[in-house]
């Protein structure tokens, strides 16, 4: 079955623990993407990678990292996660960045740092 | 100013209604339009994108662009319940895409 999976789905953390949320597909996509979305603020863009060690930053880069050694997987990093990171996170794979590529999203991880 | 402006609703309708969602931005460089449907505790699926002004229709749905307004539209007709979801416009630059914050919309039988 073509997916995107994530994990964990769900995380409670404390405050400057260093932690990796996992993004894979199975699609032999290009283009994949990370998203945070937060009430009231919709979903927001953290970064994305056209191809393998191709990344670029979303509009919400700061305090997250990412890295595409591989097509399939699509780390979020996050090195010292902070209180106002708590949110929920969708990673999203599609085969390039052209319109008609559709974006096919993971199931999210909800994100808790206390 | 947000890039995108999206009423984040919710909108409650009756069953079989017209609804009418929109979305408004500010960036002339955005060259595609989209539409994402989101239900309850599950990641958004497009529903329609288009890349010009006008209409472009899908079943019972129908997206409309207006660049010179800067002003895209979803219309459902004959609303159902399983329409009941919350909506998000989205618009594309290179790789970038933006998203409204997503109307939340409620169909009652």
């Known amino acids: 079955e073509a997916q995107v999976t994530q994990n964990p789905r769900y995380l409670i953390t404390v405050t400057g623990k260093k932690l990796t949320v996992t993004c894979s597909q199975n699609?032999?996509?290009?283009?994949m993407s990370w998203y945070r979305q937060d009430p009231g603020l919709g979903l927001r863009q953290i970064y994305y990678?056209?191809?393998?060690?191709?990344?670029d930053k979303g509009d919400v880069p700061e305090g997250y990292k990412v890295s595409r050694k591989e097509k399939r997987n699509f780390p979020l990093i996050l090195e010292s996660p902070s209180p106002n990171q708590t949110s929920l996170y969708f990673c999203a794979s599609s085969a390039g960045a052209w319109i008609n590529n559709e974006q096919f999203f993971g199931p999210g991880t909800r994100l808790t740092v206390l | 100013q947000k890039e995108v402006e999206q009423d984040p609703g919710p909108l409650s309708v009756p069953e079989g209604a017209i609804v009418s969602l929109n979305c408004t931005y500010s960036?002339?460089?955005?060259?595609?339009f989209m539409w994402y449907r989101q239900y309850s505790r599950k990641g958004p699926e497009l529903l329609m994108y288009?890349?010009?002004?006008g209409n472009k229709e899908d079943g019972r749905f129908t997206a409309q662009v207006d660049k010179s307004s800067k002003y895209i539209s979803l219309f459902i007709r004959d609303s159902q319940p399983s329409d009941s979801a919350t909506y998000l416009c989205?618009?594309?630059?290179?790789?970038?895409?933006?998203f409204g914050q997503g109307t939340e919309l409620s169909v009652k039988p």
């Open positions: 699609m032999n996509h290009e283009y």
């Open positions: 990678s056209m191809n393998v060690e191709v990344t």
């Open positions: 989205a618009m594309k630059q290179g790789g970038k895409l933006i």
């Open positions: 288009t890349y010009s002004s």
């Open positions: 960036n002339s460089a955005f060259q595609y």
